[in-house]
Structure formats: C-alpha cells, structure tokens
C-alpha cells in the first residue's frame, strides 16, 4: 500500500483511513452540501473520489469542485431514472476499477406541499417522490454500485434521526423512517458478501437541503437548548467526519447501524 497522506510533527508518517480506496459521493450541489464536505475529507485521508448529480445542478457542482484537489470527475446520476442508473457503473469504469465506498447524500420533498406542517393534505403523487428520492434511492444507487464492490465495501447514507416527529418535518420525516429501514435491509441482505450499509444522524446543518424547508430554524432553537455538547449547524465537519470512518476499515464488522452526531441531543429527553 502507499506511503503516506500527511507527515506528523514528530516526522511519522501517517497513512490516510481511507488510502487507496474509490469513493463515490452521489448528490453533491454546494460547497455547503454535506456531501462536499465528505469528499473533501475523504481526499484528504487517501482516497480517490467521484461525485455526481444531475439536471441544472450538475453546473452549480461542476464549480465547486474546481476547489478540491485533485478535482473529482463529475458523474450525471438522477436516481429516478433507470437508465442513468444502468449506465453508472459503466461511467465509473471510466475513472476507476471498482468502488470501496458509496455515499448516498440524496433527499428532496416538494417543500410546498410535504414540508412545514402541510402533513395531513400531501397529495400521494408528492409522497411518493420523497420516499422514492429519499429513501428507494439508497437501494437503488447500490444496486447500480453493487458490480463493482468488493468485500469490505461501505455504503453510508444520511438521515435526521426519523424515530420521532419533528416540527415541519412531515414527509420528509417519513420519508428519512423509510431510509433507516432500507439501510437495515441493505445490511442483511448485502452482508454475506461483505458489504456494510450504515448511516449518520447528523444533527440541523445549514445546507441547501435544510434552508427549503419551511420553519427549519425551529431546529437550531431545539438543538440550541438541548444538546449537551452544544451544536453548531454551521460547521459540516464532524458530521463528514463519521461518513468517513464509515466509509474506512476502522468499522469492519458494523452494518445496520446509526451513528449520531448531533451533539447528543438524541441521548436527551424533554
């Protein structure tokens, strides 16, 4: 294996988690998208990332990405359309043989319809888009992923802790309940060829994701009162930072779990 990432003070030096692994980091869109933080990370601690997205915000990645170093290639993937999904792992092939871990950073819910209190009036054809974008998804970006996988790769998704409602959450809450599951049926059925599928409770973040819901700094309020390591919704590190330990050999016989980083509001009753 390869040297190095970075030399200690001391002039040791220290191997990168995730040295020699290929990552893909689906739905990155700004440089405040957790997912661009992850990729970042990742490249930091030795891996060779890939990012995709799709549709007009492929423009809007295209220029963030510029900032990473190397720049990652950017992939079209619209996780609702079955061709872009057949093709992806022929569009991996050309940056990279196969594929160690697989970030699914993807969620959306119409937010004038299915977010800000409007739960008991969704029409279905809305729900059904936040489930399948937001939840589905996850199985179906690694079944796409899944011929280029090898033992001991990691799928890590992202989701905002759904074992209870939340205020104007709505569908999306739903929507995240159906993500934590899919996760757990991914563990049982992709762990006999060794492949692990976990996610990140991350706590509010400011991103683009959480600014479209309606209400969402009521959340910055609750995690302001109640989180014993206090938070801050604007720094995407310590949540990157667990995707990435997900994503390495550090965690070889986790699956099926949901790590937490949420300043440990979660561990917090009323």
Not at 23 to 45: C, D, F, H, K, P
Not at 148 to 153: E, I
Request: glycine share 8%; charged share 20%; net charge negative.
């Amino acid at each position: 294996m390869a040297a190095s990432a970075w030399v200690t003070e001391k002039g040791l030096s220290h191997m990168g988690i995730l040295e020699g692994k290929n990552i893909l980091v689906a739905g990155v869109t700004m440089n405040t998208s957790i997912g661009y933080r992850v990729a970042e990370i990742a490249q930091q601690e030795g891996a060779t990332v890939l990012v995709s997205n799709f549709g007009r915000a492929m423009s809007l990645t295209a220029r963030v990405l510029k900032r990473l170093d190397p720049e990652p290639p950017l992939l079209e993937l619209d996780v609702t359309n079955d061709d872009h999904l057949a093709g992806l792992a022929d569009q991996v092939r050309q940056h990279v043989d196969r594929l160690d871990g697989v970030v699914h950073s993807i969620a959306y819910a119409n937010p004038e319809t299915a977010l800000g209190g409007k739960f008991l009036t969704t029409p279905a054809e809305d729900v059904k888009t936040a489930v399948q974008v937001s939840a589905y998804s996850m199985v179906s970006l690694t079944m796409a992923c899944r011929p280029l996988m090898p033992r001991g790769s990691s799928v890590v998704g992202l989701t905002f802790d759904a074992r209870q409602s939340w205020p104007i959450y709505d569908w999306m809450g739903v929507s995240k309940a159906a993500l934590e599951s899919a996760s757990r049926y991914l563990a049982r059925y992709l762990g006999p060829e060794g492949i692990r599928s976990n996610l990140v409770a991350a706590g509010p973040l400011e991103t683009i994701a959480k600014k479209a819901i309606p209400g969402s700094e009521e959340f910055n309020n609750i995690w302001g009162h109640r989180a014993p390591l206090g938070w801050d919704p604007k720094d995407l590190e310590p949540t990157a930072k667990a995707v990435v330990a997900l994503l390495s050999d550090w965690f070889p016989s986790t699956t099926g779990e949901m790590v937490h980083v949420d300043g440990g509001l979660h561990s917090t009753g009323a």
